[in-house]
């Protein structure tokens, strides 16, 4: 990838992993503001797809998934701390599909984040709204979720060595810019590199070289002395 192409990639990249860290955070944000102020008042939790999907209002005072009851100030500083290491990570960012992943990450993170900062009992103590429930899972989010997906995210761009930076790493063959070209030249049919019309030809098949045998003025040169 040449310097233009790079310039112009890292926006690109960055805009896509801001808009779905904006998107989740929205729609993540959105949701718990709506369960807050409908489901509380239910006698019963909302049960849909014949008790498939559960929707229940419980409040969390530890990581996803109810992990870590009472340690929120911890999980706070934790989730601040995966914030600022996904901003630096964009800084090499030139890979579609790790823009995406980390997109997941952050705005998952943002949404829990914005939790414990701003809701009850207080900043830095605050309480996560759960209000997803399956069938023997534990209550979660959509800032749950989408922390989980950019989690399973990472792995297979990381087990197909696929990089930040838009390399791929690979044992047997060194890094290779995502998505550049291989070769200026195209290959014969049989897989071979075609031959670089630059390369010296051989001197008799050159013009300007008499073959053996005739003069310069084209004629045939005499044998020489016996």
Not at 48 to 65: D, Q, W
Not at 70 to 82: H, N, Q, R, Y
Request: proline share 8%.
């Amino acid at each position: 990838m040449n310097p233009g192409q790079d310039a112009g990639t890292r926006p690109r990249r960055i805009g896509v992993l801001v808009a779905i860290a904006v998107a989740t955070l929205a729609l993540d944000a959105i949701s718990k503001a709506i369960v807050v102020a409908t489901l509380p008042d239910r006698p019963q939790p909302v049960e849909l797809l014949g008790g498939l999907l559960t929707l229940r209002v419980i409040r969390n005072s530890g990581a996803a998934f109810n992990i870590g009851t009472g340690m929120t100030l911890v999980f706070t500083v934790i989730a601040a701390g995966v914030v600022v290491a996904i901003l630096r990570y964009a800084r090499r960012l030139r890979s579609l599909p790790w823009a995406v992943t980390l997109g997941l990450l952050l705005g998952g993170a943002l949404g829990n984040l914005a939790d414990r900062l701003f809701r009850s009992p207080g900043v830095f103590r605050g309480h996560v709204v759960d209000w997803i429930e399956l069938p023997h899972w534990p209550v979660f989010n959509l800032a749950d979720a989408s922390i989980v997906c950019g989690g399973v995210l990472a792995v297979l761009l990381a087990s197909r060595g696929l990089q930040v930076d838009g390399t791929v790493q690979r044992d047997d063959k060194p890094d290779e810019p995502d998505g550049s070209d291989r070769s200026d030249r195209p290959a014969d049919p049989d897989g071979s590199a075609e031959p670089d019309a630059s390369a010296e030809a051989p001197a008799a098949d050159r013009k300007d070289v008499p073959a053996a045998g005739d003069d310069q003025n084209g004629g045939t040169r005499p044998d020489a002395r016996r």
